[in-house]
């Protein structure tokens, strides 16, 4: 399990230019399954992707898609972690 942490590196107005590009690169992630929950910072200066893959090499492919990244519009920092509580039975079958 991978969580990638985004860091805008240009202003708002210009995240908002690729926000929908970016959107429509999540719904197809999450359609794929990659994805299992992501969303912006509070405050508003990057943004949180929680992703199922078996390896850095899959994430790191799979954050190259991003319009943000190819856009210079965020950096991304990558953690990985192995889940071992979840809080109810149906997150921890779709995350095995």
């Known amino acids: 399990m991978f969580i990638a942490i985004l860091t805008y590196r240009k202003p708002l107005k210009e995240v908002d230019r690729f926000l929908q590009a970016h959107r429509d690169y999540l719904a197809e992630h999450y359609a794929a399954g990659d994805f299992i929950a992501s969303g912006p910072q509070n405050p508003r200066i990057g943004g949180v992707i929680m992703i199922k893959a078996d390896n850095r ?7 190259s ?5 190819l856009n210079g519009i965020a950096d991304y920092q990558i953690v990985e972690f192995n889940p071992t509580m979840f809080c ?8 095995l």
């Open 88 to 95: 109810d039975a149906v997150l921890s079958n779709f995350l």
């Open 57 to 63: 090499a899959d994430v790191d492919a799979i954050i």
């Open 65 to 69: 898609q991003d319009p943000f990244n």
